[in-house]
């Protein structure tokens, strides 16, 4: 894991009642996979993913292909391609193209907390999904919220959630700062899957990380809304 994945596992071993899951004299079947952490008395089962593979050269790539080359600089992707008549179906295709590995991470993801919660019979514990971007510029707050909110509308065969086991993604980026008066402050989103039912206030728990991963940093820490549809 490279260093921002180091840093959050420093961070998330000084939070209250935490057990990192690989420190524990437990005895593992090779048919189960494990998350990173239980939290809050074994309440909350916890597994951190990176983005580790820059994409944009494709995002790029797939941007000329549409008529937009572009000047380096940051843009709003959706309202670039509200310009062309099929926008919508190529922001579609765009979010695809980038965030494959953001799907993947979530369904592996899913299946270590399903395990996990084999592996401890804690089967009422809250699944929380920390996904960490320290590389990938091009996957901007709006294209991750888009993909992530696209995967938790998927069903499994029988109707059921397909990502039934993760209540809270958590989106944490070191590529994105917003420039403020008390000085730069990265973004981080929660991101709720509305089709879970949590046991506990994850709305919560999401400030507790949201604003211990800021002072863990020294850095400001403010919280706004975020509306996808913006711009």
Same mark, same amino acid.
């Given at each position: 894991?490279?260093?921002?994945?180091?840093?959050?596992?420093?961070?998330? %071993?000084?939070?209250?009642?935490?057990?990192?899951?690989?420190?524990?004299?437990?005895?593992?079947?090779?048919?189960?996979?494990?998350?990173?952490?239980?939290?809050?008395?074994?309440?909350?089962?916890?597994?951190?993913?990176?983005?580790?593979?820059?994409?944009?050269?494709?995002?790029?790539?797939?941007?000329?292909?549409?008529?937009?080359?572009?000047?380096?600089?940051? /843009?709003?992707? %959706?309202?670039?391609?509200?310009?062309?008549?099929?926008?919508?179906?190529?922001?579609?295709?765009?979010?695809?193209?980038?965030?494959?590995?953001?799907?993947?991470?979530?369904?592996?993801?899913?299946?270590?907390?399903?395990?996990?919660?084999?592996?401890?019979?804690?089967?009422?514990?809250?699944?929380?999904?920390?996904?960490?971007?320290?590389?990938?510029?091009?996957?901007?707050?709006?294209?991750?919220?888009?993909?992530?909110?696209?995967?938790?509308?998927?069903?499994?065969?029988?109707?059921?959630?397909?990502?039934?086991?993760?209540?809270?993604?958590? /989106?944490?980026?070191?590529?994105?700062?917003?420039?403020?008066?008390?000085?730069?402050?990265?973004?981080?989103?929660?991101?709720?899957?509305?089709?879970?039912?949590?046991?506990?206030?994850?709305?919560?728990?999401?400030?507790?990380?949201?604003?211990?991963?800021?002072?863990?940093?020294? %850095?400001?820490?403010?919280?706004?809304?975020?509306?996808?549809?913006?711009?």
């Amino acid at each position: 894991m490279g260093t921002l994945a180091t840093r959050f596992i420093e961070f998330c %071993r000084t939070l209250p009642d935490a057990e990192e899951i690989d420190a524990l004299p437990i005895e593992q079947s090779p048919a189960l996979k494990r998350a990173d952490f239980l939290l809050d008395h074994r309440s909350v089962i916890c597994e951190i993913k990176t983005l580790e593979t820059d994409t944009t050269p494709k995002f790029i790539g797939f941007l000329k292909q549409q008529g937009f080359d572009l000047p380096p600089g940051q /843009y709003d992707v %959706r309202q670039l391609f509200r310009t062309k008549p099929n926008g919508d179906q190529l922001f579609a295709r765009a979010t695809q193209l980038v965030a494959t590995a953001l799907s993947d991470g979530l369904a592996e993801a899913n299946r270590q907390i399903r395990d996990t919660k084999s592996l401890f019979g804690i089967s009422a514990a809250d699944g929380v999904v920390v996904i960490l971007n320290g590389m990938v510029e091009v996957l901007g707050p709006q294209l991750v919220i888009e993909r992530v909110l696209q995967r938790l509308q998927k069903s499994a065969a029988d109707g059921t959630p397909y990502h039934a086991h993760i209540g809270l993604v958590l /989106y944490f980026s070191e590529k994105h700062l917003r420039e403020t008066r008390s000085g730069d402050a990265a973004v981080t989103f929660p991101i709720r899957n509305r089709r879970v039912v949590p046991i506990r206030d994850l709305d919560a728990l999401a400030k507790r990380f949201v604003k211990g991963w800021a002072e863990f940093n020294g %850095r400001w820490y403010d919280e706004q809304a975020w509306d996808l549809n913006a711009g």
